[in-house]
């Protein structure tokens, strides 16, 4: 399926989801490549956005609260993880096999994001150039977040959860199929 398409996430069942509403994702692939919008709905005081820094690569991402992407083509065992956090930093691997970490990778431009608290949540709006993407007929995604809590907590959102305990990486949880232009 081509065209936008708007997906909740869920809570994953081993973590707490303190004070969130809903969480959903619109996804739209072009010829420009993917466009992501996170909306996040709750109050703004349950959880912790990690302070504006510069837009630059970072790892650990995930360790805070965290938009993130993984991206596979229809055929093959490799993937793509994208990390966009609320700060403006941004993180791009390609793995091999299931968590299997490409090292050599460096992605060729970076990703962009913007980032907007609101008075009932969040907005962050993502674009994942075509340069980044696999190249494929049909891509299979897995869009989830990670949620940090005021109270220290985490929570793990997906649109599935191939799991008994969080694991984004899982191709299983690759469920949003999208037909490139």
């Known amino acids: 399926?081509?065209?936008?398409?708007?997906?909740?996430?869920?809570?994953?069942?081993?973590?707490a989801a303190s004070g969130i509403i809903a969480l959903a994702v619109a996804a739209d692939y072009s010829a420009n490549g993917l466009a992501l919008n996170f909306r996040l709905t709750g109050d703004p005081h349950d959880f912790i956005i990690p302070p504006p820094s510069p837009a630059t690569a970072t790892d650990g991402l995930w360790q805070h609260?965290?938009?993130?992407?993984?991206?596979?083509s229809d055929s093959g065992t490799d993937y793509r993880e994208f990390n966009f956090s609320p700060s403006g930093q941004w993180a791009a691997y390609r793995f091999t096999d299931y968590r299997g970490r490409d090292?050599?990778?460096q992605a060729p431009l970076a990703p962009l994001s913007t980032?907007?608290?609101?008075?009932?949540?969040?907005?962050?709006d993502a674009t994942i150039a075509r340069a980044l993407?696999?190249?494929?007929?049909?891509l299979h995604v897995g869009?989830?977040?990670?949620?940090?809590?005021s109270d220290g907590s985490r929570s793990y959102w997906a649109l599935s959860h191939g799991g008994p305990a969080p694991d984004f990486?899982?191709?299983?949880?690759?469920?949003?199929?999208?037909?490139?232009p």
């Open 1 to 15: 399926m081509s065209g936008r398409h708007l997906n909740a996430l869920v809570c994953h069942p081993a973590s």
């Open 65 to 72: 609260t965290c938009c993130e992407a993984f991206i596979a």
């Open 103 to 105: 090292e050599r990778f």
């Open 115 to 124: 980032f907007r608290l609101l008075p009932d949540g969040f907005q962050l």
């Open 133 to 138: 993407l696999p190249t494929a007929a049909m």
């Open 143 to 149: 869009l989830s977040a990670v949620i940090e809590g």
């Open 169 to 180: 990486h899982l191709r299983s949880s690759f469920t949003l199929q999208l037909e490139t």
